[in-house]
């Protein structure tokens, strides 16, 4: 029996389980997963690592250790995962057939290492690599001999200063690899142990902020990795690049140098390098600009590893604009190394393709596997099955597995978290979408949100959400932060257009936001709300409120300048720019140096043409200010300045902030404060029911 929850509220959202992405082992039976819940009653967090049995479709808890993290298989039934101690991380074994058996340790290092990745190299030994941050002679960092200052100061003579939300350690992050070998029911590490492939060279990877073990990969001829240009002021440039590192055995003492591979033209960002199961070929993807992050990913393959200068691009064409308009993210090989199958935004969706593995054979554009929702991780099944396993999610669904066979593209669903919204009162019947005229010879894409109670009879007020990036865009994706559900279900018909700027359209779209930051993506959305007002009669305009977050934040604050700003009854600014004019406060400056059309002090023009402060005279509609101290990509002065622009002028207006929080709201009681303020603040000046909302935080008023 299905239990649902009588209202999908705040505290449903965040005490809903999160799974992780489900992989299979080498024969498709199991899948091995992690789900962690948060309960509002006991303040407390529950973790576990679970099997699915892909046949019966039932899972197992395997154990709930919150210091057991990363499982990764290395046979059918065993797998490695590693346990986290203030100071060290052990490796260890388990046999997913035996739930609750001791697992058994491997070896311990002294140090903090993640991202784990293993693969059976043959004559019986699993290969693996993980990374953690070194020395400068390139060991891993023990922590317990790091020299203590007396002193809180920090120098820097470059930059990065602070990235995200930390300050910049001296210490690099480090690539290491070792060699196991089977010994009785355990594994042992060979000798020489963990050795970082990076020692002695100025590079690192993962890409910090937000890199991650998708941005190497192993196999029997070697690693491959992503780093950026040691060369290039990191904050200025965005030239990511792949490199090579030939490994035999896994148990080398000193590592070859590591040997980069040239793309010509393209400059960019590299990424998500995926080895052949033969191990002679790697595809991965790549940028042409090398400073802009929002570039088209393009696809590559380098044909044999062993001949670095042989770079394929598929879709090529003369004008270097590539013949496929979509940015490929997530890669993986069939079991023959013929196909491939790569995931890409189109249209509000995240779809699964196939494509031919060799760019002379990709004479067609790739063939969708997927229709809707948004496809996150996806494996072949198995050694012998060229099926997918694919983790996914909806507008209504935060976690699915599913089989999808690539030859009939059937989709077989194995398991739903939510049993596909119903846990939730959700059901896919709440979404539909529109297209409207853009402020150009171009037609914008908007998803649309209904409460489950729907009645078309009724006139609902309107939740307009626009998004960050600015090249981003809203999709049929889950998410536990702006989740238009919690909208829709407080009352609101919720309207998430993607204007100017956004990703999934096309480059042409997405690059029409650069220097125009006010400009073509604030007139899309005049376009969006007139359209909604004359076409959709359920939707009451003349009840809206708007809220964004980032560049969804600083449109709120050009949107309180401007016309439009008197259309919404309230609006809420989470992390939004108060002026444009201060952009270089933070940390990754190509960003700015792009979109705004060069340097500050070349083209102080450009920046102040898109200024929401010159325009704050204007400012008269009651707004939610959120900014927290721990974002650094856009500094929490930014929202201070424009609470007190607001108060100054008397415009109703409240500020919250955490200490503790960088650019998004993450830790659960904060992220319950967070919905209470934002629902409390719009539905009170809608009309809808503010009980139990802002009313429950008035405690933490400060005055």
Same mark, same amino acid.
């Given at each position: 029996m299905t239990i649902m929850a009588t209202k999908f509220t705040p505290e449903v959202l965040l005490s809903a389980p999160r799974r992780s992405a489900a992989v299979p082992n080498s024969t498709g039976?199991?899948?091995?997963?992690?789900?962690?819940?948060?309960?509002? @009653?006991s303040h407390s967090k529950t973790y576990a690592i679970k099997v699915l049995d892909l046949k019966t479709r039932q899972s197992t808890q395997l154990y709930d250790d919150s210091a057991y993290t990363e499982p990764t298989w290395v046979s059918e039934s065993k797998f490695v995962f590693l346990k986290n101690e203030d100071s060290t991380t052990t490796l260890m074994v388990a046999d997913a057939t035996k739930p609750g058996s001791d697992p058994e340790e491997i070896s311990t290092f002294n140090g903090s290492v993640s991202n784990l990745k293993a693969k059976d190299i043959g004559n019986g030994t699993i290969a693996f +690599?993980? #990374?953690?941050? !070194?020395?400068?002679?390139? @060991?891993?960092?023990?922590? +317990?001999? @790091? &020299?203590?200052?007396?002193?809180?100061?920090?120098?820097? #003579?470059?930059?990065?200063?602070r990235h995200w939300d930390s300050y910049v350690? &001296?210490?690099?992050?480090?690539?290491?690899? %070792? +060699?196991? &070998?089977?010994?009785?029911t355990s594994y042992k590490l060979q000798d020489p142990g963990l050795v970082n492939a990076l020692a002695g060279t100025k590079l690192e990877c993962p890409v910090p902020p937000f890199g991650d073990a998708s941005d190497f990969d192993i196999s029997k001829t070697g690693l491959v990795f992503v780093s950026k240009d040691p060369e290039l002021d990191p904050a200025l440039w965005t030239k990511t690049d792949l490199y090579y590192v030939p490994l035999r055995t896994f148990t080398e003492s000193q590592p070859p140098t590591p040997q980069i591979v040239q793309t010509g033209r393209l400059q960019g960002y590299a990424g998500t390098p995926v080895f052949s199961h033969s191990g002679a070929q790697v595809v991965f993807k790549r940028m042409r600009a090398r400073q802009y992050e929002s570039d088209k990913w393009r696809l590559l393959l380098i044909p044999d590893i062993g001949d670095l200068s042989n770079v394929q691009e598929f879709y090529r064409t003369e004008d270097g604009e590539g013949g496929w308009d979509q940015r490929p993210e997530g890669i993986a090989w069939s079991n023959d190394d013929s196909t491939l199958y790569v995931t890409a935004e189109y249209h509000g969706r995240q779809v699964l393709y196939t494509l031919? +593995?060799?760019?002379? &054979? =990709?004479? =067609?554009?790739?063939e969708p596997l997927t229709q809707d929702g948004a496809v996150g991780e996806f494996h072949v099944l198995s050694t012998s099955d060229d099926r997918l396993l694919v983790t996914s999610t909806s507008l209504v669904d935060n976690s699915s597995y599913s089989i999808v066979d690539p030859r009939s593209k059937?989709?077989?669903?194995?398991?739903s978290s939510s049993k596909e919204g119903k846990t939730f009162g959700l059901s896919k019947r709440q979404v539909d979408e529109f297209w409207f005229k853009g402020a150009g010879d171009y037609k914008v894409h908007a998803l649309v949100m209904k409460p489950s109670d729907f009645d078309p009879e009724k006139k609902y007020p309107l939740a307009f959400l626009i998004h960050g990036g600015p090249q981003g865009a809203w999709g049929q994706s889950w998410s536990t932060r702006w989740n238009p559900a919690v909208f829709a279900e407080q009352g609101y018909v919720a309207v998430m257009p993607n204007p100017t700027g956004s990703t999934g359209y096309g480059q042409a779209l997405t690059d029409g936001i650069a220097k125009d930051w006010g400009g073509r993506p604030?007139?899309?959305?005049?376009?969006?709300?007139?359209?909604? =007002?004359?076409? /959709?009669?359920? $939707?009451?305009?003349?009840? !809206?409120? !708007?809220?964004?977050?980032?560049?969804? %934040?600083?449109? $709120?604050?050009? /949107?309180?300048?401007h016309p439009l700003g008197r259309k919404f009854k309230a609006l809420v600014c989470h992390d939004g720019i108060f002026s444009t004019m201060s952009n270089w406060s933070t940390e990754e400056l190509f960003f700015p140096a792009h979109d705004m059309g060069g340097v500050l002090w070349e083209n102080r023009e450009g920046y102040a043409r898109w200024d929401p402060a010159a325009f704050v005279g204007n400012w008269a509609t009651p707004q939610l200010i959120i900014h927290s101290e721990l974002d650094y990509r856009l500094p929490i002065s930014e929202g201070i300045a424009a609470f007190n622009a607001l108060q100054t002028r008397g415009v109703p207006s409240r500020f919250l902030t955490f200490p503790d929080e960088n650019h998004w709201v993450l830790k659960h009681e904060n992220s319950l404060v967070w919905h209470k303020e934002v629902i409390g603040w719009i539905n009170k000046y809608t009309g809808l029911d503010t009980t139990g909302l802002s009313d429950d935080v008035e405690e933490m008023n400060i005055n």
């Open positions: 039976t199991l899948a091995l997963f992690t789900v962690s819940q948060y309960s509002f @009653e +690599a993980c #990374t953690g941050p !070194a020395t400068s002679s390139g @060991e891993l960092l023990d922590p +317990a001999y @790091e &020299k203590k200052s007396r002193s809180s100061a920090k120098v820097y #003579t470059g930059l990065f200063v350690s &001296k210490y690099k992050t480090g690539l290491f690899y %070792g +060699a196991l &070998k089977q010994d009785g031919p +593995a060799s760019p002379l &054979k =990709a004479r =067609a554009l790739p059937d989709t077989a669903l194995v398991s604030y007139n899309d959305l005049v376009n969006c709300l007139e359209h909604i =007002a004359d076409h /959709i009669p359920y $939707i009451d305009t003349d009840n !809206a409120v !708007a809220l964004g977050a980032s560049y969804g %934040g600083y449109m $709120i604050n050009w /949107i309180q300048g």
